[in-house]
């Protein structure tokens, strides 16, 4: 089951900075990056100023760690400052060496009053292993705050504010949309509202500006495709397949997509059975509110028996893909036309 995220470990870091009183260590991560690149630059301006920040802001990278050099980091005094900031990129404590965790535990048990520590994590999974409990314990003493993806009520909220900053208003059902042809991360949708702004001539914003400049991602048309299938538009169904291998989409990684969805409706579907709601499916995968909702709403539409011969469906596609000399297209077509077969009955 999917970890919750800590929102305490979040407000305590914005009081920190609002007070001027940063810890001494954190740990920064999560999907959102949008929000740990605005923390870990809000903490810095808590932190640092701009005269003084070449000596006393230090960044460490996969490319320059080096243990003793990290240690003197956070031993150096500030110069002409109260403190310094060290900032570590994508390091594993727990995938170090057994002597250099050793010393990272003892810089991490004694950091320094006039230091701020801050780990961050963009690509590299955050994974603290409890059973090297000497390092989990010295990591845990500071502050672990993990930057999640929004739920959809404050992903519109904050559209509406980006828009308004360009002079433009969208309504809510518009800003659903592009949660839902995004990723919904705030880092990719603060690149389409600037993109949709300055594409849109009118004072507010329409369906036809977004879909103009904004390219839906794969999960999102395939979701649409399932949709098609669920409400019996067989036909639209094929025509969105269509349009995705016109995008250069690999069939491979669209019968991925396909794949992942159906397997997320199905739990849906057995969730439903049992009288849960979206938050289980949420807790499940580990996902926002909205994704959650709209597999919930097409389990609705397929009963447990489809699901089922659907999987069966692209496990065995899978393998004519991987073994055999058909076309790929082909494949897929084909695959959709026995999905709608199923589902009919």
């Known amino acids: 089951m999917a970890k919750q995220p800590d929102n305490d470990a979040l407000q305590l870091?914005?009081?920190?900075?609002?007070?001027?009183t940063p810890a001494n260590l954190y740990f920064f991560h999560g999907e959102e990056l949008f929000l740990l690149h605005h923390y870990l630059q809000q903490?810095?301006?808590a932190v640092l100023d701009e005269l003084t920040e070449s000596f006393n802001f230090h960044r460490f990278t996969p490319?320059?760690?080096e243990m003793r050099d990290f240690a003197d980091a956070v031993e150096n005094l500030p110069m002409m400052a109260e403190r310094t900031l060290v900032q570590v990129d994508e390091i594993d404590p727990f995938k170090l060496n057994e002597d250099s965790r050793s010393k990272l535990i003892e810089i991490l048990s004694d950091i320094p009053d006039y230091c701020t520590v801050v780990f961050t994590y963009e690509t590299t999974p955050w994974k603290p292993?409890?059973?090297l409990k000497k390092l989990y314990d010295a990591v845990s003493k500071g502050q672990i705050v993990e930057f999640p993806?929004?739920?959809q009520r404050d992903l519109v909220a904050w559209i509406q504010?980006?828009?308004m900053a360009q002079k433009k208003r969208i309504p809510p059902?518009?800003?659903?949309?592009?949660i839902e042809i995004t990723d919904g991360t705030m880092t990719s949708l603060a690149g389409e509202i600037?993109?949709?702004a300055a594409f849109s001539g009118a004072e507010t914003v329409c369906k036809a500006d977004i879909d103009a400049v904004t390219e839906p991602v794969l999960d999102a048309v395939v979701f649409r495709m399932t949709d098609q299938l669920g409400v019996g538009d067989y036909t639209a169904a094929l025509i969105t397949l269509q349009k995705l291998l016109k995008m250069q989409q690999e069939p491979i990684a669209i019968l991925g997509a396909v794949g992942g969805h159906f397997r997320r409706i199905s739990t849906a579907r057995t969730l439903l059975d049992h009288g849960r709601n979206y938050s289980e499916l949420m807790k499940l995968y580990g996902i926002a509110d909205y994704p959650a909702k709209k597999a919930m709403d097409a389990a609705r539409r397929f009963s447990q028996t489809f699901c089922t011969k659907a999987s069966e469906l692209i496990l065995e596609t899978d393998h004519q893909m991987k073994t055999s000399f058909d076309d790929s297209h082909r494949l897929l077509e084909l695959l959709i036309l026995r999905l709608a077969g199923e589902a009919k009955v």
């Not at 870091?13 to 001027?20: E, M, P, Q, R, W």
């Open 13 to 20: 870091l914005k009081a920190d900075i609002k007070a001027g």
């Open 43 to 45: 903490l810095k301006n």
């Open 63 to 65: 490319e320059n760690f």
């Open 129 to 131: 292993d409890k059973r």
């Open 149 to 151: 993806k929004q739920n």
């Open 161 to 163: 504010r980006h828009f």
């Open 173 to 178: 059902e518009l800003c659903v949309y592009l």
């Open 194 to 196: 600037k993109k949709i």
